[in-house]
């Protein structure tokens, strides 16, 4: 709509009466109300514009009942297609090329002291919006990096949905397996296994110490209860004992759980391989006199 606007860059218009500028305007108002018909021959009754709606083409849309919603940022515009199910149109010469998208209601809301449009009953369901506050800026991106996470464990979850139990459980329990492979394994090699499960042990470690409880009896508590068979037992935050995970509806992604054991051990692994440093020479200090 705004490149209907007639604009006049660092230039200069000289008219002998005032009839001239008349003539200009009309002229700006029916090419605009030219392209405000074809908009309202789309059969729609919102419109949505990336860019701004001067007061003429405002009231046009106004008198044939259409909402105008102007300055629409592009990322929004994007997702609003999506999730309504029609497409951005960057002409308007072929309505019934164009596939329109549909809600139920459309509302403006506050929220906090910003104004926001409000879309909902979608065509294609399950889109939301997710609207972070906080008091200061370092408190939001943490928030924002925590619901990342979040999302991208749903992601993968929902990609495999397989899953294993939390709370530690899975760490324990095989810490306890590789430590009966290190008994069993002669040799030097027995103590590098043996490290590999007291690495593993140090997840519900650092789970009870984030918690603020006492890792040292959580977790020699955890591993009395997984000498049993098919124990279930893991690190209740919320009571601050040991708890049946299962019972207690935690468990997390095996295909998350399968990729951090692997990136941490191939880490390990590739730090191992380094059998030398080269240090670099301290810098010099300058005299300044």
Known sequence: MDTDKIKIYGARVRVDSMAKIGEIEAAEKSKMRQKVEKIIGHGINCFVNR????????????DAGILAIE??????????????GGEIASTFDNPESVRL????????????????????GVDLGQACTIILRGASSHVLDEAERSLHDALCVL???VGDSRVVLGGGWPEVLMARHVDELARKTPGKKSLAIESYATALRAIPTIIADNSGLDSAELVAQLRAEHAKEDSTAGIDVILGAVGNVEKLGIFESFKVKQAVLLSATEAAEMILRVDD?????????????
């Open 71 to 84: 300055h629409a940022d592009f990322d929004g515009i994007e997702r609003l297609a999506l999730v309504t």
């Open 51 to 62: 860019q701004l709606i001067y007061n003429f083409p405002e009231e046009l849309f106004a």
């Open 155 to 157: 992601q993968q979850t």
């Open 101 to 120: 998208g549909h809600c139920k209601l459309i509302e403006e809301i506050m929220i906090g002291e910003d104004k926001l449009i409000h879309f909902s």
């Open 277 to 289: 440093i080269i240090k670099c020479a301290p810098r010099q200090r300058e005299d300044r006199m």
